[in-house]
């Protein structure tokens, strides 16, 4: 079993940038593909980014494509999401997840087994 501990949350205005981490313990953190999922109030908790156990496959949602990168650093237990050009839309609960299924990267909330207990962004416009 794998522990997910996400930081690096906060209050941004609109066109910044924040960089969440997710720190992973327990077994071997090269073992999981990592995504991070954004659960906004009243809305169902939504892909943003995934990537395979040697960073070699790495997916993002439409609407964070160009504007987010997902890395991982496995000497760290560590994955990262890079946010750039901040929008309100952006506002939500990130979440990182650990998933130790092989094949191709899981964009689905139900498909990871592991969960962080969330960090808040929010974009002011």
């Known amino acids: 079993q794998v522990q997910l501990v996400e930081s690096g949350g906060g209050l941004v205005q609109a066109g910044g940038s924040l960089r969440l981490s997710c720190a992973a313990s327990g077994r071997t953190f090269d073992s999981y593909a990592m995504g991070w999922f954004r659960q906004a109030p009243g809305k169902e908790r939504q892909f943003v980014a995934a990537?395979?156990?040697?960073?070699?496959?790495?997916s993002y949602a439409n609407s964070v494509k160009g504007r987010f990168t997902i890395s991982r650093d496995n000497a760290k237990n560590t994955v990262y999401l890079q946010m750039t050009s901040l929008k309100p839309e952006d506002t939500a609960v990130y979440y990182c997840a650990g998933d130790p299924s092989f094949g191709q990267l899981r964009t689905t909330a139900l498909a990871y087994d592991y969960w962080g207990q969330g960090t808040q962004v929010t974009v002011a416009s």
């Open positions: 990537i395979s156990r040697s960073a070699g496959t790495i």
